[in-house]
C-alpha cells in the first residue's frame, strides 16, 4: 500500500468558504492532487516491477506484458487477441469488462488494418464460458 500526502496551504477564512461549498476549487484541487498520485503508483506498477507481499517488501516483475519483443509492429490484432488469452489464463473473471490503454499510435495502427475497419469483420463474438 502506497500512502499519499496533502499539503493544506488553506487560510482560515478559506476554510470557513470551503464548509460552505464542498464543491470550491480548493475541494477539487486537494481531490485532483489525491488522484494524481494514486494514478501515478498505479502506472509505475502496470509499467515496471510492483511490491507485493503482506509488508509490500517483495518485487514482483510484470508477467503480463502483451506484444513488447516486437514493437515495431506496433499494435495488431495478434497482440489483442494475446491480450485476451492472458486474461483468461490469469482466471479473470469473465464478467468483468477488461480494458486496454492505448495511445494515438495504436489507434493509427489498428485503423490501418482492413479487419478492424471492415463491416466484414468488425463484430467481437464473445464464447460463452
Avoid at 509499467?47 to 507481499?53: E, I, N, Q, V, Y
Avoid at 490484432?77 to 494475446?82: Q, S
Avoid at 473473471?93 to 495504436?106: L, T
Amino acid at each position: 500500500m502506497d500512502s499519499y500526502e496533502y499539503a493544506d496551504l488553506i487560510d482560515d477564512p478559506d476554510k470557513v468558504q470551503m464548509l460552505i461549498d464542498p464543491t470550491s476549487s480548493y475541494a477539487n484541487a486537494a481531490a485532483y492532487a489525491i488522484g494524481r498520485a494514486v494514478d501515478d503508483s498505479i502506472i509505475s506498477a502496470a509499467l515496471g516491477t510492483a511490491s507485493t507481499g503482506k509488508s509490500g517488501s517483495t518485487s514482483t516483475s510484470n508477467s503480463n506484458s502483451v506484444g513488447v519483443g516486437s514493437p515495431a509492429a506496433g499494435l495488431t490484432i495478434a497482440k489483442l487477441v494475446e491480450a485476451r488469452k492472458v486474461f483468461d489464463n490469469g482466471s479473470v473473471d469473465p464478467s468483468i469488462p477488461k480494458f486496454i490503454a492505448v495511445g494515438p499510435e495504436q489507434i493509427e495502427d489498428l485503423l490501418n488494418n482492413t479487419t478492424v475497419t471492415s463491416a466484414d469483420y468488425n463484430s467481437v463474438n464473445s464464447l460463452p464460458i
